[in-house]
């Protein structure tokens, strides 16, 4: 009975160390006699107790690792302090097993030794402005050697890039003043811009107004010629209608009559006129010769 109680505990105790349930995203090593034999896969999986061990165990998942701060020295002799965090992966269980005692620790060292190169051939303003390509240039570094530890290297993010206070103080100083010099600069553009437009919208005006007085004294002079030609039109008209009349038979005796009126109408006016003195001609023959002379210039205007 105890020899068969003894063999069930013996043979509890073989189950419980052949049958081995792997998680997923995770790999085991399992080494047969001291010698690496195979990995274990996620899932249910059995061993040879006594025989075969699992000697390691690792996470597939992606790994977050903080880089400790150290301190760098730029191109331009300054000191830098300077923090990151790195992601890996578990890619060869077989070479993370055995290619590093410790994987880790062999990254985390690799990893500042790299960014203290990358760093070392940059000055200072360069550091902030190249930090995607401080990052890239880790990653390759430590992604080459990391192949024979079976790991391979996401990405490389900085988190702090922190100069001395000094250093701090002058790049402030160095940032006011360059805002102060853009604010100038904008001032001084805004009063040259403010000086061209009403330069601009004075001259626009005079050239607007000398236009308008330009045309005003085209149309002023067009009306005058047209009205001058309107009153001559109108007066050779009335000359043509005249000579007409006269042509007509009776017309030379209209003529000596409105002559004679006109005559008659002027003395007239001047009799009426105080301060003028009038003298009439003793022989009225002399008012007929005037009327006929007058005729006779009518006469030699129509022959013309």
Same mark, same amino acid.
């Given at each position: 009975m105890e020899v068969a109680l003894l063999l069930l505990v013996i043979a509890v105790i073989f189950v419980a160390k052949s049958v081995k349930v792997v998680p997923q995203q995770t790999a085991w090593v399992v080494e047969r006699l001291g010698r690496y034999d195979r990995t274990l896969s996620p899932g249910l999986n059995f061993v040879i107790p006594f025989i075969e061990k699992v000697a390691y165990k690792h996470s597939l998942k992606e790994i977050p690792l903080d880089v400790p701060e150290q301190i760098c020295i730029t191109k331009d002799n300054t000191q830098l302090k300077v923090d990151g965090i790195l992601y890996f992966q578990v890619t060869d269980p077989m070479r993370a097993s055995y290619g590093s005692s410790n994987y880790v620790l062999a990254i985390t060292q690799l990893a500042q030794t790299t960014l203290r190169s990358v760093i070392g051939r940059l000055e200072l303003d360069k550091t902030f402005e190249e930090? $995607?390509?401080?990052?890239a240039q880790v990653v390759n570094a430590i992604d080459e050697a990391a192949l024979n530890w079976g790991v391979k290297v996401l990405r490389y993010e900085i988190k702090d890039l922190t100069p001395p206070a000094e250093i701090l103080r002058a790049m402030q100083a160095q940032i006011t003043a360059?805002?102060?010099?853009?604010?100038?600069?904008?001032?001084?553009?805004?009063?040259?811009?403010?000086?061209?437009?009403?330069?601009? *919208?004075?001259?626009? &005006?005079?050239?607007?107004? #000398?236009?308008?007085?330009?045309? +005003?004294?085209?149309?002023?002079?067009?009306? $005058?010629?047209?009205?001058?030609?309107? /009153? +001559?039109?109108?007066?050779?008209?009335?000359?043509?209608? /005249?000579?007409?009349?006269?042509?007509?038979?009776? *017309?030379?005796?209209? /003529?000596?009559?409105? /002559?004679?009126?006109?005559?008659? $109408?002027?003395?007239?006016?001047?009799?009426?006129?105080?301060?003028?003195?009038?003298?009439?001609? #003793?022989?009225?023959? $002399?008012?007929?010769?005037?009327?006929?002379?007058?005729?006779?210039?009518? &006469?030699g205007t129509k022959g013309a």
């Open positions: 930090r $995607e390509m401080i990052n360059e805002r102060e010099k853009r604010a100038l600069i904008a001032a001084s553009e805004g009063k040259r811009q403010e000086q061209i437009n009403l330069a601009e *919208g004075e001259r626009a &005006a005079f050239i607007a107004k #000398s236009e308008g007085e330009k045309q +005003a004294a085209i149309n002023q002079a067009q009306g $005058e010629a047209a009205a001058i030609r309107e /009153v +001559a039109e109108a007066t050779a008209q009335a000359i043509e209608r /005249v000579a007409a009349a006269i042509r007509q038979p009776g *017309g030379e005796q209209a /003529v000596q009559l409105k /002559v004679a009126e006109k005559a008659v $109408e002027a003395y007239a006016r001047v009799a009426h006129d105080a301060n003028t003195t009038l003298i009439v001609p #003793s022989d009225m023959r $002399e008012v007929s010769a005037l009327i006929g002379s007058a005729m006779k210039l009518v &006469a």
